[in-house]
């Protein structure tokens, strides 16, 4: 999750997740330095976000959609946990 906490690599696969893009693209798309966009989609690439497609010059980006299915069903889950112990009143005494 911390990944995905960043605002431009939110942003970053918020594009992605609507068709693969190169950094070129990605760049206009967001208007961040090369550089710096390029640091993000290296970190987003090593958590296994997303996975790259060589194209002659470039490189396109597209988004793993199995990976961001399981995260929701995490963050699904958590919700269900805290929605029963809302009801249930639980809660540890001092």
Request: charged share 25%; with cysteine; proline share 3%.
């Amino acid at each position: 999750m911390r990944v995905l906490a960043d605002p431009l690599r939110l942003q970053i696969i918020t594009l992605l997740a609507r068709e693969t893009l190169c950094t070129t693209h990605l760049v206009a798309e967001t208007g961040a330095r090369q550089t710096n966009l390029s640091n993000h989609l290296r970190v987003l690439r090593e958590a296994g976000v997303v996975e790259t497609e060589p194209c002659g010059r470039f490189t396109y980006y597209r988004l793993r959609p199995e990976v961001i299915d399981r995260l929701a069903g995490a963050l699904g889950e958590l919700a269900e946990t805290a929605r029963t112990t809302a009801e249930t009143g639980r809660k540890r005494s001092c």
